[in-house]
């Protein structure tokens, strides 16, 4: 017999980011150090053109993606 099932729930980690507004910032290459990422969105913020990070944070579970 074949049982079928349909799932309701899927889970993806990771983010999303947009390499434009990356590149347009002067950032060429992925951070390799927490210090690096942070540099690279001061580097963001100083262009003016996009907000360099944000999260929804008061759902809570998004900042477990830092962590795993």
Known sequence: SKVYGIANFG???GFVYNKK???DAG???WP????EFLADLKAIKN?????PYYT???DGW???????
């Open 56 to 58: 929804n944070y008061h």
């Open 47 to 51: 262009k003016g053109a996009a907000i």
């Open 11 to 13: 889970t993806v980690t």
């Open 21 to 23: 507004v990356w590149a």
């Open 32 to 35: 390799k150090t927490p210090d």
């Open 27 to 29: 950032v060429t290459a």
């Open 62 to 68: 998004p900042l477990r993606q830092w962590t795993d």
